[in-house]
């Protein structure tokens, strides 16, 4: 029964496809590379959901020639089978997203020819399990060509097009491509921070919360989670329910985040027109977001509250860190919180020139810093190192001419917030920034082939009707 909704469910989305598919007409021409080899219109680096949905995107655009990488064996892509330690998404189950809009594509659709309709109207939450299982299936049924455990470690100019380096299988291959996206998630700009305090703890104790943790080996022992956002709630969970003896959240803050800024700002008005706003506009509405950080949503501190072996530590910024035999000692303003293993979920920070792929030309990709000074009541250090993006979402240059062909170079990720609000990396946007994203790579592939377009134009000598000679010619 399960596997009969699920093969309606496709004859469905391959009929929508079919009547959503105008204008039909394929328009790039095969490029070839420097060395001879067939060259990529576009090259997604990153096979996660935002990947997916731009290939999604593309294809529907009648750009075929696409290849999406992944460092990721198939399925592992993304958190949701790794480092995310919620039992369900936090956004609401009918959030659409890769699906751009057509009903038979969204999880909701999915949901319900795999497990029932009730079970859909039954469902308070989408398992995170689920979402990684209708990723999979989506990318699948829409024939997303997709290459796993591909690394891309460099990118170059090549003649006009970008060279890009990819580590597979112990072996380096170079792919060359006209654009290329980089949906590298919310790593993509940076690495998940470990503040100055916890530097002087050895691996043994200290991880941040995007890494594999024996929670097994928790069990019994004190745990301190720094940061007071969803995630570090999920690893305050994670290592309750493997029976730490004690987990002490340490949150900066006085008041724990419990306003959910990204719940205001879900509107179609700002999530599609955040980007078209002036700087001082976008800055403005973005630090103040940002600032805040994401709220925890109620499950995710429940799941914590309820075991008595938690703790909730609130304005206790850690001064400083002393590791001994016997454990760490982390020193707050309300006194010592001695423990055996500490998690960071202190987020990601910038670091542009700690990324392989970006290294090459890290230098000269304009900031939000580089471009905008903000007044000082919105200064913001951390977030002037978001890169400052095109309307098209392209990398620009810091200094204009060293590197041009980073205009072909376009993020979609965490990264991309201060330039267009929620957008990469959020399937709360998907609807929105994606086609923008795709319209923006059709444009600069479009006006690159004006002059072959012309061309092509002028030699366009189709008829469309045939004119017969009249039975009499009018007399003279
Ligand atoms: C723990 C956690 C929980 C979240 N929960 C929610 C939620 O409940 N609801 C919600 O709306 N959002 C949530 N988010 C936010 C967002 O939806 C996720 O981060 C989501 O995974 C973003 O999708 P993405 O495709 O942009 O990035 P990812 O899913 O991270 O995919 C990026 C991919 O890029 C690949 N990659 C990176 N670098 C390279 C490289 N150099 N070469 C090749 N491949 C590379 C990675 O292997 C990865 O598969 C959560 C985020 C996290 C971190």
């Not at 998630?185 to 200290?206: I, K, T, V």
């Not at 795709?438 to 690159?448: D, I, P």
Request: hydrophobic residues 45%; charged residues 20%.
């Amino acid at each position: 029964m399960i596997h009969d909704g699920l093969s309606v469910l496709e004859s469905r989305i391959a009929a929508d496809l079919a009547r959503t598919a105008h204008p039909r007409a394929p328009w790039l021409k095969p490029v070839t590379g420097p060395d001879g080899t067939p060259a990529h219109d576009v090259i997604i680096v990153g096979g996660g959901q935002s990947g997916l949905a731009t290939a999604f995107g593309l294809l529907r655009s009648r750009v075929d020639n696409i290849l999406v990488l992944d460092r990721a064996p198939a399925g592992q892509e993304g958190p949701w089978r790794s480092y995310a330690r919620m039992h369900t998404l936090r956004s609401p189950k009918d959030f659409t997203g890769p699906d751009l809009d057509m009903p038979s594509l969204t999880y909701q659709s999915w949901h319900e020819a795999k497990f029932g309709i009730e079970s859909w109207d039954e469902l308070n939450l989408i398992p995170k399990g689920h979402w990684a299982d209708y990723l999979a299936w989506f990318g699948h049924v829409v024939d997303i060509p997709v290459r796993n455990e591909a690394e891309v470690i460099d990118i170059a100019p090549a003649d006009g097009l970008l060279a890009v380096t990819v580590r597979s299988g112990g072996a380096q291959q170079i792919l060359h491509t006209r654009k290329l996206v980089l949906a590298t998630g919310q790593e993509s700009m940076g690495d998940w921070s470990l503040p100055a305090p916890f530097s002087c703890l050895p691996a043994s104790r200290c991880a941040h919360c995007a890494e594999t943790i024996d929670f097994a080996a928790l069990a019994g022992k004190r745990v301190a989670v720094i940061g007071a956002g969803a995630s570090a709630f999920d690893n305050a969970a994670t290592a309750l329910e493997a029976g730490a003896a004690e987990v002490h959240l340490l949150c900066r803050r006085p008041e724990a985040q419990v306003v959910q800024p990204y719940r205001w700002l879900t509107f179609r008005g700002f999530l599609r027109h955040l980007g078209d706003l002036d700087d001082a506009w976008r800055w403005r509405f973005m630090s103040a977001i940002m600032a805040l950080r994401e709220g925890f949503p109620q499950a995710t501190y429940d799941r914590c509250a309820g075991h008595v072996a938690f703790r909730l530590h609130l304005g206790a910024p850690v001064l400083s860190a002393i590791d001994g035999p016997g454990g760490a000692e982390l020193v707050t303003p309300s006194g010592p919180v001695a423990v055996d293993f500490v998690i960071c979920a202190t987020g990601i920070d910038i670091d542009l020139a700690v990324r392989p792929e970006l290294s090459r030309f890290a230098g000269n990709i304009a900031s939000w810093a580089d471009r905008y000074t903000p007044p000082a009541t919105e200064r913001d250090e951390r977030l002037g190192r978001f890169p400052y993006l095109a309307d098209d979402y392209a990398l620009c240059e810091r200094v204009a001419g060293e590197t041009p062909w980073i205009a072909d170079i376009h993020l979609f990720s965490i990264a991309s917030t201060m330039s267009f609000g929620a957008s990469g990396s959020s399937i709360n946007a998907m609807t929105t920034a994606v086609p923008r994203l795709v319209s923006g790579l059709t444009r600069g592939l479009f006006r690159a082939d004006a002059g072959r377009l012309w061309a092509e134009f002028q030699a366009y000598d189709e008829p469309q009707a045939v004119v017969r000679k009249p039975a009499c010619e009018p007399s003279s």
